[in-house]
């Protein structure tokens, strides 16, 4: 944020992606997500990691895909995740007040 | 966001920070106090710039103060409102993949 206010649609765009932040259990799994490296991670060592049923991951997964911030791609059975960096780019550079 | 995963102490709290912030409302609110100088800003500056009722501003700003992104101080009539600069550089900083 800097010395231009937020105008209305850059505001409704901003919100959809932190309040897909705004949950501690999406949080966790985009964690564990960046911690094994950002790229292709399947959601087979998400479940595991993170003791969480595959529909409970499965739903947040999909809000996190929905807010730009992973990008899935099946390969047989499961799915693997991306992180987008750009999104979280724009996140950090919004938040910062430098 | 690192190669250390996020324990769930953290992403809850993390979680509560982000939720206050995904509201447009209110993402236009803090963008206001920080683009008038971030510093003892007079709510009836803010209803004056976004067009919103007293009550509605009042209800936004108690989250935000609830959530540690803004302190409040009462000067006479009106409460002035200041950027807690530390909370945005920690969340800055969660985001950030570098």
Known sequence: MNATPLGIAD???????????????????????????????????????????QPTISHHLKKLVDAGLLTREQRGRWAHYTVVRETFAELSRFLSLD
Chains 1, 2 share one sequence.
Do not use: E, F, N
Not at 18 to 37: E, F, I, N
């Open 11 to 53: 505001a409704d765009r901003m919100a959809t992606k932190l309040k897909a932040l705004s949950d501690p259990t999406r949080l966790r799994v985009l964690s564990h997500v960046v911690a094994q490296g950002c790229d292709s991670v399947c959601a087979c060592d998400l479940i595991d990691v993170l003791d969480i049923s």
